[in-house]
């Protein structure tokens, strides 16, 4: 199902030390479609909320069971930390690396790492997701400038 607009995944599963998410309930969609190279996110059919996480519900309204949309990929840094002191078991090595909150350009905004040098990214920097396959079930959403 990779489609001509999907991003690249790259195969992490041997060098992968951080944590690895388990598929459950409303995220298992998202993460399947991970492994495909494709980022999505949930459009609420009835107030137009754009959301990631994905939830059982809607969190405008309430509706249960929100569609899936498939992303460009493509967004913008809305903020950004430089993490000196690693957060999670397995970062330890990758210190000082960069977690920031991108605006989709659909509208969802998601917290991810972006996989560069911390001189590198500034806040309205584009960047453009690809996929770290990280266990057979899913693939980290990482981005990089674009
Ligand atoms: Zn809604």
Same mark, same amino acid.
């Given at each position: 199902?990779?489609?001509?607009?999907?991003?690249?995944?790259?195969?992490?599963?041997?060098?992968?030390?951080?944590?690895?998410?388990?598929?459950?309930?409303?995220?298992?969609?998202?993460?399947?479609? *991970?492994?495909?190279?494709?980022? =999505?996110?949930?459009?609420?059919? !009835?107030? &137009?909320?754009?959301?990631?996480? @994905?939830?059982? $519900?809607?969190?405008?309204?309430?509706?249960?069971?929100?569609?899936?949309?498939?992303?460009?990929?493509?967004? *913008?840094?809305?903020?950004?930390? =430089?993490?000196?002191?690693?957060? !999670?078991? &397995?970062?330890?090595?990758?210190? @000082?690396?960069? $977690?920031?909150?991108?605006?989709?350009?659909?509208?969802?905004?998601?917290?991810?790492?972006?996989?560069?040098?911390?001189?590198?990214?500034?806040?309205?920097?584009?960047?453009?997701?690809?996929?770290?396959?990280?266990?057979?079930?899913?693939?980290?959403?990482?981005?990089?400038?674009?």
């Amino acid at each position: 199902m990779t489609g001509p607009d999907s991003a690249p995944v790259e195969d992490r599963r041997d060098s992968w030390e951080g944590p690895i998410p388990v598929p459950t309930g409303a995220n298992t969609e998202f993460w399947a479609a *991970t492994l495909e190279g494709e980022l =999505v996110y949930q459009q609420c059919e !009835e107030c &137009g909320t754009a959301q990631l996480y @994905p939830r059982a $519900v809607c969190t405008g309204c309430g509706v249960v069971g929100p569609p899936f949309e498939t992303s460009s990929g493509v967004g *913008t840094v809305y903020s950004y930390t =430089v993490c000196h002191v690693p957060g !999670e078991p &397995g970062f330890g090595d990758r210190t @000082p690396y960069v $977690v920031a909150a991108v605006d989709l350009e659909e509208g969802p905004r998601l917290l991810a790492l972006v996989d560069c040098e911390p001189a590198d990214v500034e806040i309205g920097s584009a960047v453009a997701v690809t996929f770290w396959q990280v266990s057979d079930e899913a693939a980290l959403p990482v981005f990089v400038p674009h």
